[in-house]
């Protein structure tokens, strides 16, 4: 079974540009998780996806942050512009369902420079 | 809200000897609690989780972790510690559907 992809695996911008994010969850998986890991702390959750729709996204800065899954498959995360404070990695999880006893599986994540 | 502590962001042991970390929990309801290891560069995998029934939950790698409710805690052990066991550990609880939420981490060092 093939795992969470994500893409690109390093990304270096400077300040106020633009950078999109990837994620391929595991094929079936229905609920979908962008979650922001700074160095030195435990990933934060940005927004949870079920299928196509949004279940949760109170943590996302949506005056730079976006996502998308339009087809309830793959996703992306947009940041637009992008602050110093946006470095981080990026990780992206999957699970059948959002069920609290169910495992997330994670994606390497992207790893994000500010300059 | 939940929220949860992990004690200790650094911790060394020799390799062979006990591996002990901790994570303590805050949860109105019974929680579900997780441990993921992280290697570097890697994305989080799945340790071991206590969702119901036993309290004492084996892992994978020779990992377990008891399930204390009088103590909120959820400690990670394993009796003999590998030089491969050198990674960043996170404890996690989820009670909602919605919202894994992680500790800080704590990132193990095994001395030969």
């Known amino acids: 079974e093939a795992g969470v992809a994500q893409s690109p695996r390093y990304k270096i911008i400077e300040k106020r540009q633009s950078v999109a994010f990837w994620c391929n969850p595991i094929?079936?998986?229905?609920?979908l998780y962008w979650y922001q890991q700074i160095l030195g702390q435990g990933p934060k959750l940005l927004i949870q996806?079920?299928?196509?729709?949004?279940?949760?996204d109170s943590q996302l800065p949506k005056d730079r942050f976006s996502a998308e899954r339009l087809k309830g498959v793959d996703s992306t995360l947009k940041i637009q512009p992008a602050k110093l404070e946006d470095s981080a990695v990026y990780l992206c999880?999957?699970?059948?369902?959002?069920?609290?006893?169910?495992?997330?599986?994670f994606g390497p994540g992207t790893r994000l420079t500010v300059l | 809200a939940q929220s949860v502590t992990q004690l200790g962001s650094h911790v060394s042991v020799s390799e062979g000897a006990l591996v002990l970390l901790r994570c303590n929990y805050s949860s109105s309801v019974p929680p579900y609690l997780f441990w993921y290891v992280q290697y570097p560069n890697q994305g989080l995998q799945l340790l071991l989780k206590y969702t119901t029934g036993a309290t004492l939950v084996k892992g994978i790698n020779g990992f377990e972790a008891e399930f204390k409710k009088s103590e909120t805690s959820f400690h990670l052990t394993k009796p003999s510690a590998h030089m491969s066991d050198a990674a960043e550990y996170f404890c996690a609880v989820s009670v909602t559907g919605n919202q894994f939420y992680f500790g800080t981490g704590t990132s193990l060092t095994v001395i030969p």
């Open positions: 094929s079936g998986h229905a609920t």
């Open positions: 996806f079920q299928n196509n729709g949004v279940v949760d």
């Open positions: 999880a999957s699970t059948v369902r959002g069920a609290p006893q169910n495992e997330q599986f």
